[in-house]
């Protein structure tokens, strides 16, 4: 069925017109940068609807469009369940860390590491974090490159080319013009978005028919708003947990804040964002759950997106809706590969290679930095790309459930309490890590062991993935706490570091 889908020439024109236009964006955007604040943090001059329009479009890709549209499909309503608890964990982070944030007064999310704890805290932090952000970065290229692939087969072209061809773009995209070209580009992609995902979502309704008739043909439970495997306990435990930590200190988010003016400026950006996070899930994965009827029998789920479009849309439109879809990838990567390449630059290279290095230096290991991460990006796209047995969904929460707490809380609690020290930084980052590499181990090896059972045993099946991960997230935290704790009443804190922690709270009691 899937096969006789194709696109056409308009499609192809609509697609090609987008990349001229973002790399064009590029090339303008970068003459207006003179200094290293204006290529990381956009001269700190952004006003809240264009930050905030940046923050919910750097906060999803093209990976939410082939995850959530693959849940929508095997299990209905849950998909726009999930989504919508992001909202809620962005309104907790942004009263509990939003203006502290802001108030530390760096210009990169690592900055404040050695002035709260020491040097070594900071650069154990540069280094571990960095993993995990290129892990969740590559699993965005390949969830575009699954929807490409599937929409431009009549080119021959694999997923692993698609690849390639993104992580090109990605670095032309974001090596010019920084974070200013980011934001900016951000607002006409989400322009774009809403123009092509509206468009979709008006003509499934039209093909549904009567609306009776359409949800009794759906599968049983599809409309429950929480089901299996995604019951209560995976979306607090997992899901929940796991957005808290993200709004919290995901390095490429909490950049934002610095890019504002004020910050009555950040608590207008955060009401916005949760606005748009409400109102668009509805709209992005109803097509999906459509598909069960419109389209049922599908072998492999996470295509479901692109079939689904090339149904419904005429031609020219799916071309606008491959735009949309990479336009979601480019502005989470351009924020990523810009914050990462600006800890990089700033919180590694200036400060151990070369400290007298100048702001145009910045700006050129910046632009070197980015290149190096969109290679290990792609790199490890290709990796995930040959787990067959998993999807991307236990992928991204298997990494996250891990790793997340580890690298995550620490910072977050550098920001919140002064009696956790450097020792027990390092110690709550080096627990949560063991903890997680070992859970994953052993969920690895029990999934390979049981792997004939877990197809007829649904409770197996369930234990062994969602009831795993959230097992493992939850493990991780307190593991991480605990690191943190023992290594905090172990020693105490020399009196250099309580008076840099000292002076670094008394700056976050002054708004900036």
Sequence with gaps: MSGALSIRLPDYLVILAYFAIIIAAGLFFARYIRGARDYFAAGNIMPWWLAGTSFYKASFSALMFVIYSEIAYKYGIVAIVITWLSPLALLSSGWLTARRWRRSRVMTPMGFMERRYNSLVHQVFVWTGLPLRVFDNALRILSTSIIFAVALRGLGIGIVSFMVIIGVIMVLYSFLGGQMTVMITDFVNMSILLVAVVTLFIMTLVRIGAPRAFISALPPGFLNPVTEPYGWSYLIFTVFLILILTYNASWSLVQKYNTLKSEAEVRKMIRW????????????????????????????????????????????????????????????????????????????????????????????????????????????????????????????????????????????????????????????????????????????????????????????????????????????????????????????????????????????????
Excluded at 380 to 399: E, K, Y
Excluded at 457 to 467: A, C, E, I, Q, T
């Design 273 to 512: 964002i949760c606005v748009q996070g409400f109102v668009m899930p509805p709209v992005f994965f109803f097509p999906g759950l459509a598909a069960r009827v419109l389209i049922p029998g599908v072998s492999n789920a996470k295509e479901v997106y692109a079939l689904i479009s090339m149904k419904i849309l005429p031609v020219g439109l799916m071309g606008l809706i491959l735009a949309a879809v990479i336009s979601s990838t480019m502005s989470s990567l351009g924020s990523e590969f810009n914050t990462l390449s600006g800890i990089l630059t700033h919180d590694f290279y200036k400060k151990k290679v070369d400290p007298g290095l100048t702001e145009k230096g910045e700006i050129f290991w910046g632009r070197m930095f980015t290149v190096l991460i969109a290679a290990a990006t792609v790199f490890m796209a290709v990796v995930f790309n040959r787990l067959q047995s998993l999807n991307l969904m236990d992928i991204m929460f298997r990494i996250f459930s891990a790793f997340g707490p580890a690298v995550m809380i620490p910072v977050i609690s550098g920001l919140l309490f002064k009696k956790i020290n450097a020792r027990g930084a390092l110690w709550g980052a080096i627990a949560g890590s063991l903890t997680g590499i070992i859970l994953v181990a052993a969920n690895l090896f029990l999934l390979q062991a049981h792997a004939a059972r877990i197809q007829a045993d649904p409770r197996l099946d369930f234990w062994l993935r969602s009831g795993w991960n959230s097992a493992a997230t939850v493990l991780n935290v307190a593991a991480t706490i605990l690191g943190m704790w023992l290594g905090s009443v172990s020693k105490p804190a020399s009196a250099d570091e309580i008076g840099r922690r000292d002076a670094f709270f008394a700056d976050l009691a002054k708004p900036f």
